[in-house]
């Protein structure tokens, strides 16, 4: 790309992105390089599997991979460390204690324990625990309908979703009902997404005030103080009660209740022989940061997932096909007698995937270092070529990687299907690394399994009692709004920027109907 001698790709970049809404997420900026790579690399027959951006002084360097094979290089077959930005940006929440921000031995016993925490089994025999925050959500739906069967008044979504995805983790992590979609916020949520919203990823000339000034850290310190008020009673209550199981000789307590995410990290505590001064630090930062992890970006996709819906009859007459023949008419019932039924629902699966894969959420940062090099893979058109990582920040461009033509069969269009071919022959099945919604490797997204289970039951538990659409013109009217609208690719509901995590543009105005207003 023209690299300017002062400015650097400055001019290039600011061009591209002018071509977007100017509220629209920075993560656009890697999928305008692809959809634009003929101009920009003139000398090029195909797109460079990376792509050189130096934007400062708005971020470091940037290595940014356009190619899975790629991507793979530095997440899966070597596991590139998180670069220091990462850190500082969770530093106020978190002070580092969490798996995120963490690398080498302390990432491996974090992960370790997070692993066991959120694995498919654990996730599973809290199903039923998780349900009834899922069902608090189908009821402000239905508040939401009208009671005649006719639209309900418009509202956003993906803050609903939010709630929701809050009432769920709290319930995850340490077996409370926060009451999120139904009350008041909790003093831990508000300061968490106040913290959330003051916390900058690439602190520059443009954004130093908003940070280095006595208001943020005064908001800093009371937000922590306010988060971890809320948290401490229930780590120490946790503790005390492996602390009595101890003194009984016993290993588990007899009730076979499943364990909370608390209960799983003093367990590994005590397995590991961690000190509870060092534990109570960490359980602190860990469940800080799998409050901010966890939300936002399920409630996204959640949110998503309905705009698709909405847009393809085809697709949602199949999913309602799948689940009243794995399910029947009470999803909550068959779920709660066998959650394992979430296993058998491979369409909604699929839809849940190829949403994921079009309207992508976050990727992964990693630091370059001077030993280690990217190469053009094989296929690339590149093959072989060298591409250095020193002094950059190496970038997982999923939401690039998701849409390009040399990977995908008809990358644009949604294709459920291509999740269900097991035909490798078959040219929607999905090459190897190419879908990186959750990253691939060992710093995958541990949560996924989580994810996954939360979004099947809602769509289990919504899809077949609501229509769910966008009310662009009632949402316009209500604001006030006239004339010409804002979209990406003929899309309204395209990413914006809110806290540095992509939401949902206007966080998905809709409204809702109920499908048989006489149930
Ligand atoms: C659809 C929802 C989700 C998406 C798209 C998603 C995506 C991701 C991605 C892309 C990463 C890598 C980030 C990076 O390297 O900086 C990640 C990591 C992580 N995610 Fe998720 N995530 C989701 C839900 C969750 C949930 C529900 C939880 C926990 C309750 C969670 C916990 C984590 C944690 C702790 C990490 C750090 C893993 C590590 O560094 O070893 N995520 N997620």
Excluded at 14 to 43: Q, T
Excluded at 260 to 286: C, H, Q, R, W
Excluded at 498 to 517: A, F, N, Q, S, Y
Aim: hydrophobic fraction near 40%; proline fraction near 7%; charge should be neutral.
């Amino acid at each position: 790309m023209r690299h300017h001698p002062v400015f650097g790709h400055l001019e290039v970049v600011g061009k591209l992105m002018s071509k977007i809404p100017s509220d629209a997420h920075g993560d656009y900026m890697m999928v305008m390089i692809l959809d634009n790579w003929r101009e920009l690399f003139p000398g090029c027959d195909r797109c460079p599997p990376v792509a050189y951006v130096d934007a400062w002084p708005f971020s470091p360097p940037m290595a940014i991979s356009l190619h899975p094979d790629v991507s793979a290089q530095f997440t899966q077959q070597f596991n590139l460390d998180k670069p220091p930005e990462q850190n500082a940006f969770l530093y106020p929440l978190t002070k580092n204690l969490d798996l995120s921000s963490s690398n080498g031995p302390a990432w491996k016993v974090r992960r370790r324990r997070m692993n066991l925490a959120l694995s498919p089994q654990t996730v599973m025999a809290r199903v039923p625990d998780l349900l009834e925050e899922v069902a608090v959500f189908v009821s402000v739906l239905r508040q939401k309908a009208s009671k005649d069967g006719s639209w309900g008044n418009v509202f956003p979504l993906q803050r609903l979703c939010t709630l929701l995805t809050l009432d769920v983790i709290g319930k995850y992590i340490l077996d409370i009902r926060m009451h999120e979609q139904t009350s008041p916020m909790t003093p831990f949520s508000k300061s968490m997404i106040d913290t959330l919203s003051r916390l900058r990823f690439f602190v520059t000339i443009a954004n130093v005030f908003d940070v280095y000034n006595p208001w943020w850290r005064y908001k800093m310190w009371s937000n922590t103080r306010a988060m971890d008020n809320f948290l401490l009673p229930f780590i120490h209550q946790r503790l005390d009660d492996r602390a009595r199981l101890e003194a009984q000789g016993k290993a588990e307590d007899a009730s076979g209740r499943p364990r909370t995410l608390v209960e799983n990290l003093v367990k590994s505590m005590a397995e590991d022989k961690e000190d509870e001064s060092t534990f109570i630090p960490y359980a602190l930062g860990e469940t800080k940061h799998t409050f901010f992890a966890g939300h936002e970006t399920s409630a996204f996709t959640i949110a998503y997932v309905y705009l698709i819906l909405s847009q393809k009859p085809e697709v949602l007459a199949r999913l309602r096909k799948e689940l009243d023949e794995v399910l029947g008419s009470d999803a909550a019932s068959a779920l709660r007698a066998s959650p394992h039924l979430l296993n058998s629902l491979a369409y909604t699966n699929a839809v849940i995937k190829e949403t994921m894969r079009i309207h992508t959420n976050v990727g992964t940062l990693r630091q370059g270092t001077p030993n280690f090099n990217l190469y053009g893979p094989p296929g690339s058109g590149f093959e072989g070529i060298c591409f250095p990582t020193e002094g950059c920040v190496v970038w997982d461009g999923n939401f690039a990687i998701h849409r390009h033509p040399d990977v995908w069969e008809r990358p644009l269009e949604f294709i459920p299907e291509r999740w269900l071919t097991t035909d490798e022959n078959d040219p929607l099945y999905p090459p190897k690394n190419a879908w990186r919604s959750f990253v691939q490797g060992a710093r995958n997204c541990v949560g996924q399994h989580l994810a996954m289970t939360e979004i099947k039951m809602v769509l289990a538990m919504t899809v077949r009692e609501f229509d769910i659409e966008c009310a662009w013109d009632e949402w316009d009217a209500l604001k006030g709004r006239k004339g010409k609208t804002e979209t990406i690719w003929g899309e309204r509901c395209y990413q914006i920027s809110k806290d540095g995590m992509p939401h949902v543009k206007d966080d998905m105005p809709v409204h809702v109907r109920l499908r048989d207003p006489s149930q």
